[in-house]
């Protein structure tokens, strides 16, 4: 079946400027995951869904970062203000259940100019 | 907050020899504990995980790792690793919570090369 998968796969943007990136998990997972990977390391939790609830948003840097789940399936990682701080690659995983393995999609590579 | 550390940060071998990565990881109470791998181009890919039961666990295309819970490692290993295996390796951790999150810690992974 479809994996999770994530648009767009590359977004540049000028400092300043507000961005969407876009997640489609797995069909029929229930939680949904954002992370964040800057060159040379590993992912960084940044929320976490269950259904339509954030339920952990613990790992947003500031309140320049904020994402939604509407209908418990898409999810939009919404960015403010963008610095050149923020360019990394942003990546979605999805669950069947909580706790459960999380798979991957394939990334959104945001670039800061 | 728990941490992961992977001791080496590029491995190079020769096709045929045996493999091990290192991971320890600080947290005092249970947890799960995953490797994942991303092939050149890829996105990560689960390798193997272990959440409870046998600490040896075997996992996709011949990898396994060993839990060892008074050390804090899960060490993965393969004996003859292939020049397909040539990818970045992630040890991750999930504190095992009954109400909390499951939020995945990452460690800054290892690169490996596998020279034909």
């Known amino acids: 079946g479809a994996g999770v998968s994530q648009t767009p796969s590359n977004k540049v943007t000028e400092k300043g400027k507000y961005v969407e990136l876009r997640c489609d998990p797995i069909?029929?997972?229930?939680?949904l995951y954002w992370y964040r990977q800057s060159l040379g390391q590993g992912p960084e939790f940044l929320i976490y869904f269950q259904g339509t609830g954030a339920a952990d948003d613990s790992g947003l840097p500031n309140d320049r970062f904020f994402a939604v789940r509407p209908e418990g399936s898409v999810s939009t990682l919404k960015i403010q203000r963008t610095e050149r701080g923020d360019s990394a690659v942003y990546l979605c995983a999805s669950s069947l259940l909580s706790g459960g393995t999380q798979y991957f999609g394939p990334g959104t590579r945001l670039l800061v100019l | 907050a728990q941490s992961v550390s992977q001791h080496n940060h590029h491995v190079i071998l020769s096709e045929a020899a045996s493999l091990e990565l290192g991971c320890n990881y600080s947290?005092?109470?249970?947890?799960?504990l995953f490797w994942y791998v991303q092939y050149p181009g890829q996105h990560l890919q689960l390798l193997l995980k272990y959440f409870s039961g046998d600490p040896l666990v075997k996992g996709i295309k011949g990898f396994e790792a060993e839990f060892i819970k008074s050390k804090f490692s899960f060490n993965l290993r393969k004996p003859s690793v292939q020049w397909s295996d040539t990818a970045e390796y992630f040890c991750?951790?999930?504190?095992?919570?009954?109400?909390?999150?499951?939020?995945?810690?990452f460690g800054k992974g290892t690169k490996l090369s596998v020279i034909p």
């Open positions: 947290y005092g109470g249970t947890v799960n």
């Open positions: 991750a951790v999930n504190p095992y919570s009954g109400a909390g999150s499951y939020q995945l810690t």
């Open positions: 069909s029929g997972h229930t939680a």
